[in-house]
């Protein structure tokens, strides 16, 4: 009897850890896949960066462009949020010749811009652009910085990143 008890109580484990084996694989095969089927939500489409860096652009340059910018998307929170904003304007900023980097403070991203005369920090989240003279200079020195969205991708959770997953071609 007491036998009995004891080797329905190893078959319980057993199940167990096959159930937990399999959900492993279940989860590992998903991701397998999800990497094979939607390459796109983990790598940035191709052409990425089509502009050269124009080292002459200045700080009028600057404002005259980010004014004139329309964010692809409203703020959403982990679907287009200041991550997804401040890789998209990484990227709209150095399509139009600006050295700009994704930044990152705290759980807060946003972008530095480098120009001859100086950086400027530039926030996206939550609606709107501040306008970079008025903005909060500390953020000049960030946690980390990821110089292009490849980078940002492979040293951070890539789905912060992946702006082009949830804006219209
Ligand atoms: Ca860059």
Known sequence: MCNKIQ???MTEKENTKVVIKAFVAAFMLGILIGFVIFPSYSQ???AYYSCELN?????????????NITMPH???ANVFDCSEGAAYLEWYLE????DT?????????YV???LKRGSYAINTAPIHFYHPAYYNYTYLEPDDVFEDIYEAC???????????????N
């Open 7 to 9: 080797t329905t109580k």
């Open 44 to 46: 940035p489409p191709e």
């Open 55 to 67: 080292s002459n652009l200045t700080y009028e340059h600057l404002e005259e462009t980010i004014l």
């Open 74 to 76: 409203e703020y959403v």
């Open 95 to 98: 399509n139009n010749g600006f």
């Open 101 to 109: 980097v994704i930044a990152t403070k705290g759980d807060h991203a």
């Open 112 to 114: 530095i811009v480098r």
């Open 154 to 168: 492979k040293c951070s959770w890539y789905a912060e990143w992946n702006w082009w997953t949830v804006v219209p």
